[in-house]
């Protein structure tokens, strides 16, 4: 007995239709006497203790997943049966580790129904999420362009509904996210440019439209509502979209220069009938694919994984040079060390999205993966192009009271390159991270930087992270210094550095640490007196510049037993 009542059909799409559409990999067909054309009606769960002892329950049609029951146990072969008795159209089992017994598929070759099985990894919800969202795009919608539009193809259901309303069209997810938008010559409005380069409704708008009990309506009506032009915005028309009693998201139409048209709402409410499978598809696959793809962009930049495989995977072309991009956006405050969000808060990760999407309108072909609060693109490049991102304004895009820090990485020529590329990216961007650390925080801006730009600085970085576990474990005058200053506050740490930095000019040195030069010389007098740390010594001035750079990146010198280790800061 099927634990819900089916929509039932003497007609409806193919049984191959319907798993054309589903995931490879999800299911496997392990038999269909009939071929797989038979007409689905519905997509139900089915509990085998439910079903009549005599049999007279109705499946005609349906697709019956078997929850919990194992291809190997005995009771696989009494649930085929009965469902071929009912007219099941199909039968979805668990895989197990053993394989469908014999008397199984005996009883498949006999039967009508076909047996499918669910592959191990896949979930139940997954599996009816995708057959559903197939039945509902295989059905007729009468919307003229909508049919032939590839399952989840967000982008284009948008810019078929343009044409059919007159508008400029945004699809959005419950939350206010975009979720694909209508390509426009010209935007209607302020509105429309801030939603899309956003990729989300603005936070202040979603406030207004929630106060004025605009969203209170569009929720609760099947219908479409109208939000009037006023002297900022166009003219809108929204409906939901809906599959059962769950709201998968909404379509908005703007108008464009122009009143929408009369039947704009009934076309509106007509291609929302039509998103259904679209929003669903996207819901319970879409989602899933863009982690398995960042996942793929991941193991290309890490090195791991077969690469021609994972380069399909992240949409990558084998064959074709990239650039790696590294993007960290941060409160300003955390530069300087103060107090500051959670790393990836709701700013970073706004600019971040911002960021990935520009990328991508500006070199099409781009692929982004996160991690944490950074970004990684790979830029595609053309042949003899030595900096795919020279062009792109938007790593410089600060976000409040934040900056944004990008580093590009060398042209990979090939895919083994890629983790070089990003290793150097990376390296950049920690080269602006320790420049930004040294400036005023009032001071410290967005930056973007190439590979080929920063090479000395790189190659110091690269050469103090292998000197590092080597000083950590030697004393000395500039160990005992940098100790002094992390225990009393004092700055003779700071006033050194200042001092090798200005290359022995007094004066300079002072005015970058704002004292009065006859306070400096004081502080480097005491620093000899009280360490043994004379600056006229070259190789006393060699490693208290090797110390003191170390001591900024927190790497101090040895402390009295469970004493804590702090970063030395100017």
Do not use: C
């Not at 995931?23 to 203790?49: E, Q, T």
């Amino acid at each position: 007995m099927a634990t819900q009542e089916p929509n039932r059909s003497d007609r409806g799409p193919s049984l191959e239709q319907i798993l054309a559409l589903v995931a490879p990999g999800m299911l496997d067909v392990v038999a269909a006497p009939r071929g797989s054309r038979m007409p689905v009606a519905d997509v139900v769960l089915h509990d085998p203790g439910e079903e009549r002892d005599d049999g007279s329950w109705a499946a005609s049609g349906l697709i019956l997943l078997a929850v919990g029951v194992d291809v190997a146990s005995p009771e696989a072969v009494d649930v085929l049966r009965g469902a071929d008795r009912a007219g099941a159209a199909a039968v979805v089992l668990r895989r197990g580790a053993r394989g469908p017994r014999a008397a199984l598929l005996e009883a498949a070759a006999s039967g009508r129904t076909a047996l499918l099985t669910r592959r191990p990894g896949q979930g139940w919800t997954e599996v009816l999420g995708q057959l559903r969202t197939a039945l509902a795009h295989s059905a007729p919608t009468g919307t003229s362009g909508v049919e032939g539009l590839r399952l989840g193809d967000l982008p284009g259901l948008a810019n078929t509904v343009a044409a059919l309303v007159g508008g400029a069209i945004t699809i959005e997810d419950p939350q206010s996210r975009v979720l694909a938008y209508s390509r426009m010559d010209h935007e209607p409005d302020p509105m429309r440019r801030l939603t899309i380069l956003g990729q989300e409704v603005p936070r202040w708008r979603v406030d207004e439209l929630r106060e004025s009990g605009f969203f209170q309506a569009l929720w609760s009506t099947e219908g479409v509502v109208r939000l009037p032009a006023d002297d900022r915005y166009a003219e809108r028309l929204a409906v939901a979209v809906r599959h059962g009693s769950e709201v998968l998201g909404s379509l908005w139409a703007a108008a464009d220069g122009r009143p929408l048209a009369e039947d704009a709402a009934a076309a509106l409410h007509t291609a929302a009938r039509a998103a259904v499978p679209h929003l669903s598809h996207h819901q319970t696959w879409g989602r899933a694919a863009a982690r398995a793809r960042e996942s793929a962009v991941h193991a290309l930049l890490d090195g791991t994984g077969q690469p021609a495989r994972v380069a399909h995977e992240a949409g990558v072309a084998p064959g074709r040079p990239y650039a790696v991009m590294v993007a960290e956006a941060y409160d300003s405050r955390e530069l300087r060390g103060g107090p500051a969000p959670a790393a990836g808060g709701a700013a970073e990760q706004r600019v971040l999205d911002v960021l990935a999407l520009q990328a991508a309108a500006y070199r099409p072909g781009s692929v982004t993966a996160r991690s944490g609060r950074r970004l990684y693109v790979l830029l595609p490049a053309d042949e003899g192009e030595p900096d795919p991102a020279r062009a792109l304004p938007a790593a410089t895009r600060s976000v409040p009271r934040g900056v944004v820090l990008a580093g590009v990485g060398p042209v990979a020529a090939d895919l083994s390159e890629l983790p070089a590329s990003r290793e150097a990216a990376e390296l950049v961007v920690r080269v602006l991270g320790e420049r930004a650390a040294r400036l005023p925080a009032a001071d410290v801006e967005s930056a973007m930087a190439a590979f080929g730009e920063l090479v000395p600085e790189v190659s110091a970085l690269r050469v103090l992270d292998r000197i590092a576990p080597l000083w950590e474990s030697l004393s000395g005058p500039v160990h005992a210094m940098v100790e002094h200053d992390r225990a009393h506050g004092s700055e003779y740490g700071a006033s050194v550095a200042a001092y090798i930095d200005a290359f022995g000019d007094t004066a300079t040195a002072a005015g970058r640490l704002n004292v009065h030069p006859n306070t400096l010389r004081y502080r480097l007098r005491r620093a000899r007196e009280l360490f043994g740390v004379d600056l006229a010594d070259p190789t006393l001035r060699l490693l208290a510049d090797i110390g003191l750079r170390l001591a900024r990146r927190g790497v101090t010198a040895p402390a009295s037993p469970g004493a804590p280790r702090a970063p030395w800061k100017p």
